[in-house]
């Protein structure tokens, strides 16, 4: 994402710091909380997209303006890019594999991807590409998908069903 100024490790150490922080653009200590208008540029699976928010809540320099963008401020914005681009909410991710009694683990299993991908899609710290979206939704909504993905012999099923 374009608004990304550092690596995340560092936006969550200076998340829980104390306002004012001190800007890194005119090295004052006036970074505080604010509310703003803003657009941002986000680069998401191949493409460039342009995102407005109309209340992005983002630390902000009262000396020099500099946006300080913590992860708070990103996921923000990532959320709306999903709302944007008619993907799944994070929440509404969850809810589905909550819906369908499915740990983290179990979908990430049946779906062939990383544990660790669908909690940061469900956290809304990744945001999932389309085909992923698409993915997700025919899992989710037709029982005779999740019934060829959910055996122990998924890949020979699916096969099966190919050559047939
Ligand atoms: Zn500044």
Request: with cysteine; net charge positive.
């Amino acid at each position: 994402m374009k608004p990304d100024t550092g690596p995340r490790s560092e936006k969550l150490k200076r998340s829980g710091r104390p306002f004012p922080w001190r800007c890194p653009e005119c090295g004052q200590r006036k970074v505080q909380p604010a509310t703003i208008a803003h657009t941002a540029e986000i680069k998401h699976d191949g493409r460039l997209y342009t995102v407005e928010i109309p209340e992005l809540r983002v630390p902000r320099c009262e000396a020099c303006g500099e946006l300080v963008f913590d992860t708070q401020a990103d996921e923000q914005i990532a959320r709306e890019l999903r709302r944007q681009l008619g993907l799944l909410s994070a929440e509404q991710i969850r809810r589905n594999r909550e819906n369908l009694w499915l740990s983290q683990r179990q979908l990430a299993e049946r779906l062939g991807v990383a544990v660790e991908t669908i909690s940061r899609w469900e956290t809304g710290a990744l945001t999932q590409s389309r085909a992923m979206d698409r993915y997700l939704r025919v899992y989710f909504g037709v029982p005779a998908v999740r019934a060829a993905l959910d055996g122990d012999d998924a890949p020979a099923c699916l096969g099966v069903e190919v050559r047939s």
